[in-house]
């Protein structure tokens, strides 16, 4: 989906659902700019899963909510945005519990694949084939970020950690700008707990294969009980995109 919002000062986006699907347009800060907001997994493919819960967490309807947020705030600034994977049937939702599905499809209307490699290839050649089009018309600034949830011990507090490549030096950068934004917001809203989320190089197929400049996030652990604060309450996910998007726009 791509969105070129100059000289307009609301549109309407159906993907977000019917109560957030009148965007209205704050500004154009961000006008030529492009960025590719990838949701983890989707489709055939849940990702982690936390089975121990109360109520069945699947970690790619958390992270896609997350992302449909993070793709409203950059589009209320005049960026252009696509959004790799799509659920037209699940908007931006205030619920605590998302139900679990499979009908997600990838820009396009692609069938995602079962296979992981399959589906990793799929999503990079289609960034990577809207990144050259978008270089061949002048666009200077495209930035992409894969969201995902952690899995990992149910005892272990996770706080938002990033990767980044190294063969990208704004990839890096980038990493750090979102990095100090938690940071800076923990010390406002967590003074006593502090934040221990950190930036790293990892050798992932998405960080070190997508073109345009790439952070890919880890949003919370989803076995542990205190970080699913974070996940489902609304306005934790809301936070999360809008501490995102602060670091992006840097």
Not at 137 to 150: P, Y
Not at 171 to 176: C, D, M, P, Q
Not at 187 to 199: A, E, I, L, S, W
Not at 237 to 249: T, Y
Request: charge should be positive; glycine fraction near 6%; charged fraction near 30%.
């Amino acid at each position: 989906m791509i969105l070129k919002t100059s000289g307009i000062k609301k549109i309407h986006v159906p993907l977000f659902g019917p109560r957030y699907e009148d965007v209205y347009i704050e500004d154009f800060t961000l006008e030529n700019q492009v960025y590719y907001i990838i949701s983890g997994h989707g489709g055939p493919d849940p990702g982690a899963i936390c089975t121990e819960c109360d109520h069945r967490l699947c970690e790619d309807e958390y992270a896609y909510d997350v992302a449909l947020r993070l793709a409203r705030n950059l589009m209320q600034h005049g960026a252009t945005v696509y959004v790799i994977v799509q659920d037209p049937n699940d908007g931006i939702r205030d619920d605590r519990n998302l139900k679990c599905d499979n009908d997600e499809t990838l820009h396009g209307g692609k069938i995602i694949p079962l296979g992981q490699k399959e589906r990793l290839r799929q999503r990079a050649e289609t960034v990577n084939a809207l990144y050259r089009k978008n270089k061949k018309q002048g666009i200077k600034i495209q930035k992409a970020i894969e969201i995902h949830v952690d899995s990992r011990n149910k005892d272990k507090r996770q706080d938002v950690f990033f990767y980044y490549n190294k063969n990208n030096p704004d990839s890096k950068t980038t990493a750090e700008n979102i990095q100090n934004v938690f940071q800076q917001k923990y010390g406002m809203h967590q003074k006593d707990r502090g934040y221990h989320g950190y930036v790293e190089d990892r050798g992932l197929y998405m960080v070190r294969n997508l073109q345009p400049t790439t952070v890919f996030v880890e949003l919370a652990n989803i076995r542990n009980t205190e970080d699913h604060k974070r996940l489902v309450i609304s306005t934790n996910r809301q936070a999360l995109a809008n501490w995102l998007f602060e670091g992006l726009r840097k």
